[in-house]
């Protein structure tokens, strides 16, 4: 790192926002008898997770002493406006005006605020991580150097991704979709489903068989297989030559997951539930949990990710960011963070989420013929217009 980086906030604020225009963006597709909506939320059949009936996300808007602003964002698409009361109505009265060593200084400091009362993840830590991108944008920008520059000297300019959910509502639709992702050089997709590996196996099949061209094919249960469905799908799905098979088991079933990496078949890869590198570590020592670390940026932060990095390298792990819920400012300090990643996977790619805010964000990241170049600006790589933000800013 650096050894200019300090810096002084002079303020900082949160913005919940929300995209109603494009309500059907994340699972409508998938609409089933027992499905259950409310004015906010849905669940789908299959799964336990709750989903967002809107895109929703909490926005950071940090200005340093010197007037160079940083913008930052995390992965909090259930109840965003948690993160922002927590950044406006508490850490703002502790950091602004404050003057710190480094970016890892200001998220050490925050994180031991509150670590003895047992603030270890969740909300808190989602804070945490939109108020570290937003200093590292800051900080990068004064600097004139992307971040991941700044991470890494070594960083990729190139990388290639695969498209995260295959969102259409008949197989056929699928295919014809994927089809034309292939010919923009897509190489890798990664398909959701349930724990009943049967059903799965047969949407896998009908998806490879319908395109043949596409190279590499990702699995990702969330979280809903039982030990012997996850083991059944570990060895089906290496069978059809799927490079990983993503979340299989409950997230906090730490000797499942162990167990499970002993058996044939796939490689397992997960870490998007982690904040934190206290959280992680356990998984990636012997006997490991994982094969494959997949750490959410709007979740750990910049700060984080560089040590959670470090962590899985030390223990022979492979790392590649996972792409959740956010649009141009988290994605972008996703794909910041891919640049100093194992170039040996694909990077999730959300194809319709950073298009969200519109004319609102200007990003440097342009898809081409299959990934993206890092862009020849500082920061993450991403300017907002703040007048444009207004018609998806929701006031409490």
Same mark, same amino acid.
């Given at each position: 790192?650096?050894?200019?980086?300090?810096?002084?906030?002079?303020?900082?604020?949160?913005?919940?926002?929300?995209?109603?225009?494009?309500?059907?963006?994340?699972?409508?597709?998938?609409?089933?008898?027992?499905?259950?909506?409310?004015?906010?939320?849905?669940?789908?059949?299959?799964?336990? @997770?709750? &989903?967002?009936?809107?895109?929703?996300?909490?926005?950071?808007?940090? @200005?340093?002493?010197?007037?160079?602003?940083?913008? =930052?964002?995390? +992965?909090?698409?259930?109840?965003?406006?948690?993160?922002?009361?927590?950044?406006?109505?508490?850490?703002?009265?502790? *950091?602004?005006?404050?003057?710190? %060593?480094?970016?890892?200084?200001?998220? +050490?400091?925050?994180?031991?605020?509150?670590?003895?009362?047992?603030?270890?993840?969740?909300?808190?830590?989602?804070?945490?991580? /939109?108020?570290?991108? %937003?200093?590292?944008?800051?900080?990068?920008?004064?600097? #004139?150097?992307?971040?991941?520059?700044?991470? +890494? #000297?070594?960083?990729?300019?190139?990388?290639?991704?695969?498209?995260?959910?295959?969102?259409?509502? @008949?197989?056929?639709?699928?295919?014809?979709?994927?089809?034309?992702?292939?010919?923009?050089?897509?190489?890798? %997709?990664? *398909?959701?489903?349930?724990?009943?590996?049967? @059903?799965?196996?047969?949407?896998?099949?009908?998806? #490879?068989?319908?395109?043949?061209?596409?190279?590499?094919?990702?699995?990702?249960?969330?979280?809903?297989?039982?030990?012997?469905?996850?083991?059944?799908?570990?060895?089906?799905?290496?069978?059809?030559?799927? $490079?990983?098979?993503?979340?299989?088991?409950?997230?906090?079933?730490?000797?499942?997951?162990?167990?499970?990496?002993?058996?044939?078949?796939?490689?397992?890869?997960?870490?998007?539930?982690?904040?934190?590198?206290? #959280?992680?570590?356990?998984?990636?020592?012997?006997?490991? /949990?994982?094969?494959? &670390?997949?750490?959410?940026?709007?979740?750990?932060?910049?700060?984080?990710?560089?040590?959670?990095?470090?962590?899985?390298?030390?223990?022979?792990?492979?790392?590649?960011?996972?792409?959740?819920?956010?649009?141009?400012?988290?994605?972008?300090?996703?794909?910041?963070?891919?640049?100093?990643?194992?170039?040996? &996977?694909?990077?999730?790619?959300?194809?319709?989420?950073?298009?969200?805010?519109?004319?609102?964000?200007?990003? =440097?990241?342009?898809?081409?013929?299959?990934?993206?170049?890092?862009?020849?600006?500082?920061?993450?790589?991403?300017?907002?217009?703040?007048?444009?933000?207004?018609?998806?800013?929701? $006031?409490?």
């Amino acid at each position: 790192m650096p050894s200019n980086l300090n810096f002084t906030i002079k303020s900082i604020e949160s913005l919940h926002l929300v995209f109603k225009d494009n309500a059907s963006y994340w699972e409508s597709y998938r609409a089933n008898e027992g499905d259950r909506v409310t004015e906010r939320f849905e669940f789908k059949q299959g799964w336990q @997770t709750v &989903y967002a009936r809107y895109v929703e996300t909490p926005l950071v808007k940090v @200005t340093l002493d010197d007037g160079t602003v940083g913008w =930052g964002e995390a +992965n909090a698409g259930i109840g965003p406006e948690i993160v922002t009361i927590i950044i406006n109505d508490i850490l703002a009265q502790m *950091i602004q005006g404050q003057e710190f %060593a480094n970016p890892s200084s200001l998220w +050490n400091f925050l994180y031991d605020t509150q670590r003895g009362r047992g603030y270890s993840s969740g909300y808190w830590l989602d804070a945490l991580a /939109a108020i570290d991108i %937003a200093i590292w944008d800051a900080v990068a920008k004064r600097e #004139q150097s992307p971040v991941a520059a700044l991470l +890494n #000297q070594n960083h990729r300019t190139k990388f290639d991704v695969y498209l995260s959910g295959v969102r259409r509502a @008949t197989l056929q639709q699928r295919i014809e979709h994927l089809k034309k992702w292939i010919d923009t050089g897509l190489r890798g %997709a990664k *398909i959701f489903l349930t724990g009943d590996i049967s @059903t799965g196996i047969d949407e896998l099949d009908g998806l #490879q068989a319908g395109v043949p061209d596409l190279e590499q094919w990702m699995v990702d249960t969330l979280w809903m297989c039982s030990h012997k469905s996850a083991e059944i799908g570990k060895i089906e799905y290496e069978k059809r030559n799927v $490079r990983f098979f993503e979340c299989p088991l409950q997230p906090e079933d730490l000797t499942g997951h162990q167990e499970l990496v002993r058996k044939p078949g796939v490689d397992i890869a997960l870490g998007e539930h982690f904040r934190s590198r206290y #959280q992680m570590e356990q998984w990636v020592k012997e006997p490991r /949990a994982l094969d494959i &670390y997949q750490p959410d940026i709007g979740r750990t932060g910049f700060t984080d990710y560089m040590v959670q990095l470090s962590i899985t390298s030390d223990a022979g792990i492979k790392t590649t960011p996972h792409m959740g819920t956010g649009v141009s400012v988290f994605q972008a300090a996703t794909l910041q963070c891919a640049a100093v990643a194992s170039p040996d &996977y694909l990077q999730e790619f959300q194809g319709g989420l950073s298009d969200m805010l519109k004319e609102a964000s200007d990003s =440097g990241w342009r898809y081409k013929e299959g990934g993206f170049t890092l862009p020849d600006r500082p920061g993450i790589g991403v300017e907002i217009n703040e007048e444009l933000l207004e018609p998806f800013i929701v $006031r409490h």
